[in-house]
């Protein structure tokens, strides 16, 4: 006897949608079957859609910055992503320069993040780590981690990974099986002053920063035969150069994620009354290269939310230095990216995420012998968004018109939302098995 039947439902399997039921046992799917077979529970599906549970790759929960901590930890942060059909979510360690950082680093972030209802991950984080690439590189891979992000830019915070150090990394990354993430900004084109305010980000951090440093990063994937992940592309513009110039390594070696506000907004906001709501870094981008973004979604192979998000409050600063830069999203990514792109979104927020960080086959898919993760979505309740679960007291996609709505998201076998209502639940910490 089954523990958990989820009965006629509309299953998303390889791309296509199969009417059958799946029956769960020990936390795990353990048959895919249009029989009716014996369980001890039963969740009636007929008329939703069942998908596999959703994997963010991108979020900053208790992440301390300077004055500020953003406003949602790791309880809170899981509770909204739960609302929003997210299973597992991928945080980052704080930033280390040296190997004997980084077991501190790691030991630090799992203490805050037993409070979590759903499973996660982290990334490693380097800040200028020089002289320290292949030590750092056997300390990661002995806590079993299969990624590690560096920034490109950050230089007067001492943040900013130098070319050399990323060109040791990607020597090492295939060798060592491990995955460089970049957030990606040309540090020299970058303009930020005490005199700027809101109107001026998209200007002091422009799309030509973030596209020229892509196309010398890709050249650098290329060259040294390395494997990168781009963070939050924001630029339709970026997206075009990589595919006009790097197409036989996107998808391969070098990937691309974006986060639903890069589609859903452009930086005329900026000088709207509330436009101080919207800071993030990279910023928002012209109405043209938003339009181009979604023309050329199909070569974004996932998305993150990079939820990071304060309160209305800390935001209101005349000054754009003094601004705590990041939003909110893990509840709202899948219904804003979905009501946009219907089903060509999905494995962008399952299967890819889950081959590129390791954690394919036990997520990411609806298969016997996977966790069973699943998300039952009702594709006729259209709705607007309005508040959500996060602790930050606004979201920007406050307003939005999105079609379907999340019903329910189970965890290894165990409801976390069901039918609306939070049940609750203990998230697993997933290493790398390699």
């Known amino acids: 006897m089954f523990d958990l039947a989820i009965m006629n439902g509309e299953l998303y399997i390889e791309g296509n949608y199969v009417n059958s039921n799946i029956y769960i046992s020990d936390g795990k799917i353990s048959k895919i079957s249009k029989q009716v077979l014996r369980s001890k529970d039963e969740y ?19 992440l301390k910055g300077g004055k500020y901590t953003s406003s949602d930890d790791f309880y809170s942060g899981s509770v909204s ?17 040296t190997s004997a950082e980084l077991e501190k680093a790691y030991l630090k972030r799992r203490k805050l993040s037993k409070k979590s209802v759903i499973d996660y991950a982290f990334h490693g984080t380097v800040k200028n780590p020089k002289n320290q690439v292949e030590q750092i590189v056997n300390e990661l891979k002995k806590l079993h981690f299969s990624s590690v992000k560096l920034f490109t830019t950050y230089s007067e915070s001492n943040r900013r990974t130098y070319d050399e150090e990323i060109i040791k990394l990607l020597k090492f990354s295939k060798e060592k099986q491990f995955i460089v993430l ?3 900004e040309n540090n020299d084109l970058i303009n930020m002053n005490s005199k700027q305010k809101i109107c001026d980000l998209p200007i002091a951090r422009s799309s030509k920063a973030e596209t020229s440093e892509a196309k010398k990063l890709a050249h650098y994937t290329r060259k040294y035969d390395g494997s990168m992940y781009m963070v939050h592309v924001s630029s339709g513009n970026t997206v075009k150069a990589l ?10 070696d070098f990937y691309i994620e974006s986060c639903p506000h890069y589609f859903t907004y452009n930086n005329d906001i900026y000088n709207k009354e509330d436009g101080i709501l919207y800071s993030m870094v990279p910023p928002l981008r012209s109405k043209e290269e938003v339009t181009l973004l979604k023309e050329l979604i199909d070569n974004v192979n996932t998305i993150g939310t990079d939820h990071c998000p304060f309160t209305s409050k800390e935001k209101q600063k005349e ?7 990041g939003i909110g999203g893990v509840e709202h990514s899948f219904n804003i990216m979905y009501s ?8 962008k927020m399952t299967i890819n995420p889950a081959k590129i960080f390791n954690l394919y086959p036990r997520k990411g898919i609806l298969s016997e012998g996977s966790d069973a993760d699943i998300v039952i979505y009702d594709p006729l309740k259209n709705h607007t968004i309005t508040n959500d679960h996060s602790l930050s007291d606004y979201t920007v996609y406050k307003g939005q ?8 998201t189970i965890v290894r076998g165990n409801f976390i939302v069901k039918k609306g209502i939070f049940i609750g639940g203990t998230g697993e910490y997933l290493r790398d098995s390699r």
Do not use: C, R, W
Request: charge should be negative.
């Open 44 to 62: 009636n599906a007929i008329g939703k859609k069942i998908f596999p549970g959703f994997i963010d790759p991108h979020v900053h929960f208790e």
């Open 81 to 97: 992503a739960a609302y929003g059909g997210i299973t597992t979510f991928i945080d980052f360690l704080d930033p280390i320069s």
């Open 319 to 325: 000054k754009l230095l003094d601004i705590p830069m």
């Open 182 to 184: 970049a957030h990606i």
């Open 340 to 347: 946009l792109f219907k089903e060509k979104i999905i494995d």
């Open 401 to 408: 018109s999105v079609s379907g709505q999340i019903e329910s």
């Open 243 to 252: 595919k006009e110039d790097f197409s036989d390594i996107i998808n391969s």
